[in-house]
Nanobody, 119 residues
Framework: QVQLVESGGGLVQAGGSLRLSCAAS????????MGWFRQAPGKERELLAA????????YYADSVKGRFTISRDNAKNTVFLQMNSLKPEDTAVYYC????????????WGQGTQVTVSS
């Protein structure tokens, strides 16, 4: 059974940094695409960043480009999201999502981790 477990959220002041981790288990994740999403109250879940198995050409949403960096350690089945220059509008629950190879949907999700940025 696939499990994704996020960690690293918390309360930080505007301008600060946090590093989120997503530990995956339950199978091998060769060629899975992994993404970081967030959902703020009253808003839809949005894709922030995504990365292939090889780690090349990651995707970033415009709202986080230049501030957030996605990376992965395939040996440890872990994906990271380094978040710098955080803003109050970054406050949300952050989720890790997994998209198996040859599919087009993120079908596997973690439980989420709260990130709160104070002004």
């Amino acid at each position: 059974q696939v499990q994704l477990v996020e960690s690293g959220g918390g309360l930080v002041q505007a301008g600060g940094s946090l590093r989120l981790s997503c530990a995956a288990s339950g199978r091998t994740f060769d060629n899975w695409r992994m993404g970081w999403f967030r959902q703020a109250p009253g808003k839809e879940r949005e894709l922030l960043a995504a990365i292939n198995w090889s780690g090349d050409t990651p995707y970033y949403a415009d709202s986080v480009k230049g501030r957030f960096t996605i990376s992965r350690d395939n040996a440890k089945n872990t994906v990271f999201l380094q978040m710098n220059s955080l803003k109050p509008e970054d406050t949300a629950v952050y989720y890790c999502g997994g998209r198996p190879k040859l599919t087009t949907k993120y079908d596997y999700w973690g439980q989420g981790t709260q990130v709160t940025v104070s002004s």
